[in-house]
């Protein structure tokens, strides 16, 4: 699979990661046949969260994969933590326990990237600073990333962390593209002109973080796929009309879609569909058009000023 830089590390990782956070709605040999379609399919990037499953997601994986030292080598590890008993915290305490208990649980000595899951408003800078001092200093953790947070809440952590900010996972799809909207309506008095999230797009880019979209086929916040959905019916017919024209499935013109854009963006998959998961990467190898990536666009219903 095609492969980027993450980040401003050295670090080679596939433009589609495959996320975790549904491993635990499948059975042991199931799971086992799914992280190793994965492998064969050169997607070695696998994303987990310490909640995901409260906790269960990571177990399963490590047993899924068999981990041990040769099979470590071959994939890349990341997850996240900072979400508790419902509440944020990025204390130093917690982050330090959530890596320990997020190593035991996949079986490993390390992982290659943490991010902090959700903006806690409570937050110590110089606490995490420590954090990440010391998980670097002990090899537990590599690379560093952030979750669903803005230009600011990233400049005051980077304010205190030496650590490079590698990573900020975010969402997006092709129904849920205000960070691109945004962009098209500076200066316009319409809804689509509000600045929602402080040009995440454009700093991230800017800086050197890779983007890592959630949910890339998701409308709203977890209401449900826009693929098929009778909520969506130009774009399934624009995105199918595509698909035809490149001889792939929808998902993987969906996916595509977010890697046509030029910030170099890594999504993550949610789907435990096997078949889906091939569609998914297949994308890696599709490069649409200007006049495919804006048709599709509008299609969502996105105007154009």
């Known amino acids: 699979m095609r492969t980027l830089k993450i980040g401003t590390s050295n670090l080679e990782v596939p433009v589609v990661a495959v ?56 994939m890349i590890l990341q997850s996240k933590c900072g979400i508790r008993n419902g509440m944020f915290d990025f204390s130093k305490e917690h982050i330090l326990s959530s890596v320990d208990g997020i190593l035991k649980r996949l079986k490993t000595d390390y992982l290659d990237i943490l991010l902090l899951h959700r903006p806690d408003t409570l937050v110590e800078p110089e606490e995490v600073a420590e954090a990440f001092d010391k998980l670097e200093n002990s090899g537990k953790v590599r690379h560093f990333g952030v979750s669903n947070q803005n230009p600011l809440q990233i400049q005051l952590l980077q304010k205190y962390v030496k650590q490079p900010i590698v990573a900020n996972q975010l969402q997006l799809s092709i129904t849920n593209a205000t960070m691109i909207t945004q962009g098209f309506n500076v200066n316009m008095e319409n809804e689509a002109a509000v600045n929602r999230d402080g040009s995440i797009l454009d700093f991230c880019r ?4 890779t983007i890592q979209p959630w949910s890339p086929f998701q409308y709203g916040f977890f209401e449900g796929v826009f693929l098929g959905s009778d909520k969506f019916p130009e774009l399934n017919a624009k995105i199918d009309e595509v698909a035809a024209k490149y001889g792939v499935s929808n998902t993987t013109i969906a996916m595509a879609w977010i890697l046509r854009h030029p910030a170099r963006m ?4 949610g789907t435990m569909n096997i078949e889906r998961l091939k569609d998914c990467c297949r994308a890696a190898d599709i490069q649409l058009t200007r006049e495919d990536w804006y048709e599709i666009y509008r299609a969502a219903g996105n105007v154009l000023p």
């Open 19 to 74: 996320g975790c956070m549904r491993i635990n709605s499948l059975e042991k040999a199931e799971a086992e046949r799914f992280v190793q379609t994965s492998l064969e399919e050169g997607a070695n990037f696998f994303d987990h969260a310490d909640i995901y499953g409260s906790g269960a997601c990571e177990e399963i994986f490590a047993d899924a994969i068999h981990m041990n030292d040769d099979i470590r080598e071959k």
């Open 206 to 209: 800017l800086n050197d973080i």
């Open 266 to 269: 890594q999504p993550v998959t």
